[in-house]
């Protein structure tokens, strides 16, 4: 049985829908879910990406003491990725990086569809760190925050499908990537908006159910990060951060 922890990097209760990662789950596939008691109320910034590493950080060591098989960090900007990944044994997923990859092999270029301005700095950045930034054709944005995303699916949906078929036809786009994990279960709606604008042939990447899968194929692999690419940290004095100074003090 592989037993995958979803973190939900903000405190913002109810912004995760569980039953939709519960939709995911098999009879060798087990997903738990839990969000941070101190951080940001959604990431749309370098700042809340800041504020919320920390307690992504002991969510996945918790995670891990608890038994789990791996983590995955339920925000397509990877807060605390690279971190997690030094302190912690058993493998640590981003859905930006295991989206823009799978999207590198499904096509020669790649658009993000992302949901405002403040992020694109971020969504540029991650392409470069993970060495896909000449697939990247396009980010474009529909300008509603991630604490509206609910508040109107039509309006949202809307959107994508226009900055969608935008990437294709203009920025020459061969694959879609819905670049927020609170986007979860529109990709079917953009591909059939897609398909209906004669555009054929798109595949259309939703992040978290595309990582999940990566996680439990690697797991189901016997695979791991690398220590020799995420080393642990060497103990050393730290102030505050009370639940992280028993692994790193």
């Known amino acids: 049985m592989t ?3 979803v973190i939900t990097p903000v405190i913002t209760a109810g912004l995760r829908d569980v039953s939709e990662l519960r939709a995911l ?11 941070l008691s101190e951080g940001p109320s959604s990431i749309e910034s370098a700042v809340e990406e800041m504020l919320a590493a920390p307690g992504v950080v002991t969510a996945a060591l918790e995670a891990q003491a608890e038994g789990c098989s791996a983590v995955i ?12 990944r030094e302190l912690l044994d058993i ?17 020669h270029r790649f658009s993000i ?8 700095p971020m969504m540029h950045e991650l392409a470069h760190r993970y060495g896909v930034a000449s697939k990247l054709a396009s980010v474009r944005v529909i300008d509603i925050p991630v604490l509206a995303l609910q508040s109107d699916m039509r309006s949202l949906q809307l959107a994508m499908a226009k900055e969608a078929c935008e990437a294709v036809k203009t920025d020459k786009a061969d694959v879609i990537v819905l670049g927020c994990t609170g986007f979860l279960g529109c990709a079917d709606i953009v591909s059939s908006a897609l398909q209906a604008a004669g555009l054929f042939g798109v595949p259309v990447i939703d992040p978290i159910p ?16 690398s220590k020799r690419g995420w080393s642990a940290p060497s103990k050393k004095l730290i102030g505050g951060f009370a639940a992280l100074q028993a692994v790193m003090g």
Do not use: Y
């Open 210 to 225: 595309v990582t999940v899968n990566l996680a439990k194929a690697i797991c189901d692999s016997g695979l791991r990060h």
């Open 25 to 35: 789950e098999n009879a060798d596939l087990r997903i738990d879910h839990t969000i």
């Open 91 to 107: 493998p640590v997923f981003g859905p930006g990086e295991c989206s823009m990859h799978v999207a590198a092999m499904l096509g």
């Open 3 to 5: 037993r995958i922890k």
């Open 113 to 120: 569809i992302t949901v405002v301005p403040g992020v694109l």
């Open 73 to 84: 960090i339920d925000c397509f900007g990877d807060p605390g990725l690279q971190a997690a």
